[in-house]
């Protein structure tokens, strides 16, 4: 799902869990430090200043596409759901502010929001961009999902 009306971009892609709850899928979304274990082009993820688990932690994510040093702007527990914006980078971001959400699904599986709004991005449509994140998006549920199931 996509608008590219007026001046921002916003989006929003889900991934379905069948098999794992938003119990088990939260701790790895909650890790904010941790992308390099689940997103595909992320070689390095760490800690650059701030508290983990709180909001203002600020991460550095390093692949062969670029980096990018993002901060956790809110994290509720609770719901299973946190925001997040996009400060320095050179992969070309600008005003971008994320926020995933966990959400129950049939079956006792659970369902990974991940919503999106931007300016536009130099070189690129819209809707590249969120197909880009939802595949993005599907490789790191099936990742986690094993890592819950204790098969990675």
């Not at 939260?26 to 992308?35: M, Q, R, S």
Request: glycine share 10%.
């Amino acid at each position: 799902m996509a608008d590219e009306t007026g001046s921002r971009w916003e989006g929003k892609v889900t991934a379905e869990l069948k098999a794992s709850t938003a119990e088990q899928i939260w701790p790895f979304i909650a890790e904010f430090c941790n992308l390099d274990k689940f997103f595909p082009s992320v070689d390095t993820c760490y800690r650059k200043e701030g508290t983990p688990g709180q909001p203002g932690l600020v991460r550095h994510c390093e692949g062969k596409s670029g980096w990018v040093n993002e901060k956790l702007l809110s994290i509720d527990p609770i719901n299973h759901s946190l925001s997040y914006e996009i400060l320095e980078n050179n992969i070309g971001f600008k005003n971008y502010v994320a926020t995933f959400n966990l959400v129950p699904a049939g079956g006792g599986g659970c369902k990974i929001e991940w919503s999106f709004v931007s300016d536009p991005i130099l070189g690129l449509r819209l809707e590249d961009l969120v197909s880009l994140i939802d595949d993005t998006l599907q490789f790191m549920a099936k990742k986690m999902e094993e890592a819950a199931l204790g098969q990675s």
